[in-house]
């Protein structure tokens, strides 16, 4: 096995691994062992630059609980969790792409007839979504299941304010028909920042980063024999458009909200006043066998 010397650090680590009977996690180990090693090399950091590390990532566990998890907010804005989302949601041409889940899905939500206008707070510049879900050939899914959720127009979502926004305020489910299509109402979204008073936005700061995600809403598209797709929807006017704090944001993905001013319109989709209309059709790929 050999004795540890800096030229041979990370080799003797993972020498001493040679019994171990679970061959994925040996590779694992093994690939984290060589990196984190080249990268001490390379820093060549202090002992009390180390000790610093070593506070930041016990600060950044004690900052986890039931409703946060500050390691995924350290994943999210390093780039690793959209990293890890592309390398597992690779798919042929023509499929729309996928992009981070984030924290406030929430499972079991109602079903809700299409057209529904899902904002129960009254908050927000009224806005018209719709499209079609289809297959990779054009042709309509029926019976895909959309769910959606957004914040509301003072940039929190409804699990965030318990007691102060509705339940299942701007999230809902919905079926679409033979036709494929879709169509709910809600709110031009806003953008927001990501939890910035632990550990992690103490490190956005002291790099000269905002911690501000641009406006977007989210789509969860499922349907047997399909690749669910996770996805967001943006608003490419949005000032952070170009600097999505955990780097979510797709060319594929940036959406027109045009605005309605025509009365009739208006009264054909049940606004009082001027909404956006945004129209966005998916496409989604077959599941891999």
Same mark, same amino acid.
């Given at each position: 096995?050999?004795?540890?010397?800096?030229?041979?650090?990370?080799?003797?680590?993972?020498?001493?691994?040679?019994?171990?009977?679970?061959?994925?996690?040996?590779?694992?180990?093994?690939?984290?062992?060589?990196?984190?090693?080249?990268?001490?090399?390379?820093?060549?950091?202090?002992?009390?630059?180390?000790?610093?590390?070593?506070?930041?990532?016990?600060?950044?566990?004690?900052?986890?609980?039931?409703?946060?998890?500050?390691?995924?907010?350290?994943?999210?804005?390093?780039?690793?969790?959209?990293?890890?989302?592309?390398?597992?949601?690779?798919?042929?041409?023509?499929?729309?792409?996928?992009?981070?889940?984030?924290?406030?899905?929430?499972?079991?939500?109602?079903?809700?007839?299409?057209?529904?206008?899902?904002?129960?707070?009254?908050?927000?510049?009224?806005?018209?979504?719709?499209?079609?879900?289809?297959?990779?050939?054009?042709?309509?899914?029926?019976?895909?299941?959309?769910?959606?959720?957004?914040?509301?127009?003072?940039?929190?979502?409804?699990?965030?304010?318990?007691?102060?926004?509705?339940?299942?305020?701007?999230?809902?489910?919905?079926?679409?028909?033979?036709?494929?299509? =879709?169509?709910?109402?809600?709110?031009?979204?806003?953008?927001?920042?990501?939890?910035?008073?632990?550990?992690?936005?103490?490190?956005?700061?002291?790099?000269?980063?905002?911690?501000?995600?641009?406006?977007?809403?989210? =789509?969860?598209?499922?349907?047997?024999?399909?690749?669910?797709?996770?996805?967001?929807?943006?608003?490419?006017?949005?000032? =952070?458009?170009?600097?999505?704090?955990?780097?979510?944001?797709?060319?594929?993905?940036?959406?027109?909200?045009?605005?309605?001013?025509?009365?009739?319109?208006?009264?054909?989709?049940?606004?009082?006043?001027?909404?956006?209309?945004?129209?966005?059709?998916?496409?989604?790929?077959?599941?891999?066998?």
């Amino acid at each position: 096995m050999g004795y540890f010397t800096e030229e041979n650090s990370a080799q003797v680590v993972i020498d001493t691994m040679s019994d171990c009977d679970n061959p994925r996690l040996k590779e694992v180990v093994s690939v984290l062992v060589r990196h984190l090693h080249a990268a001490v090399k390379e820093i060549e950091p202090s002992q009390d630059e180390w000790m610093q590390a070593i506070q930041f990532l016990t600060s950044t566990g004690h900052m986890c609980d039931d409703w946060r998890q500050e390691f995924i907010l350290l994943s999210d804005v390093l780039g690793v969790s959209m990293l890890v989302d592309a390398l597992n949601s690779r798919r042929p041409p023509g499929a729309s792409e996928n992009t981070v889940l984030g924290p406030f899905h929430v499972a079991d939500v109602p079903l809700s007839p299409m057209g529904t206008n899902i904002c129960l707070d009254g908050k927000g510049e009224p806005m018209l979504a719709h499209g079609v879900v289809s297959d990779l050939d054009g042709t309509p899914i029926e019976g895909a299941k959309i769910e959606v959720w957004q914040t509301n127009d003072d940039g929190f979502y409804d699990v965030q304010q318990k007691g102060i926004q509705p339940e299942f305020n701007l999230r809902a489910v919905f079926r679409t028909g033979a036709d494929g299509r =879709y169509w709910f109402r809600a709110v031009k979204p806003t953008s927001y920042p990501i939890p910035d008073d632990g550990p992690v936005g103490k490190l956005l700061a002291r790099l000269g980063r905002h911690p501000y995600r641009p406006a977007h809403f989210h =789509y969860l598209i499922s349907r047997e024999g399909y690749d669910t797709l996770t996805t967001h929807i943006f608003d490419p006017d949005d000032p =952070y458009i170009g600097s999505d704090a955990v780097f979510g944001v797709k060319e594929s993905l940036l959406a027109d909200f045009v605005p309605v001013d025509d009365p009739e319109l208006q009264r054909q989709n049940a606004f009082e006043t001027r909404y956006f209309d945004v129209e966005f059709d998916f496409r989604l790929a077959n599941e891999a066998v």
